[in-house]
């Protein structure tokens, strides 16, 4: 099964901005989404981002204008830039890759272990 590692959390003023990377251990072309979620202390995990395989993206409206994430297929990986971050941006953020298998009419998730962004006022 296919593997993702997401890094890049860490600590950060408001204001300021972070890169989350998610390396894949397969090609991520075979996933027909890749995203970001991300869940805060004693809340539900919320979506922040997706990008399909061709290449369209989906946000949040509470990130929309500060978040961007986009893909290299050759270097397997997804990323999630993150500007004008919040106190509120704190959270685990996590990977998700959705694959549809036709043959059993499923769709497929598979989740990184999560990154801690935690951002200080």
């Known amino acids: 099964q296919v593997q993702l590692v997401e890094s890049g959390g860490g600590l950060v003023q408001a204001g300021g901005a972070l890169r989350l990377s998610c390396a894949a251990s397969?090609?991520?072309?075979?996933?027909?989404?890749m995203g970001w979620y991300r869940q805060a202390p004693g809340k539900q995990r919320e979506l922040v981002a997706t990008i399909t395989r061709g290449g369209n993206t989906n946000y949040a409206d509470f990130v929309k204008g500060r978040f961007t994430i986009s893909r290299d297929n050759a270097k397997n990986t997804v990323y999630l830039q993150m500007n004008s971050l919040k106190p509120e941006d704190t959270a685990v953020y996590y990977c998700?890759?959705?694959?549809?298998?036709?043959?059993?009419?499923?769709?497929?998730?598979?989740w990184g272990q999560g990154t801690l962004v935690t951002v200080s006022s």
């Open positions: 397969d090609s991520i072309f075979q996933f027909n989404s």
């Open positions: 998700n890759a959705g694959l549809f298998v036709p043959t059993t009419l499923r769709y497929v998730e598979v």
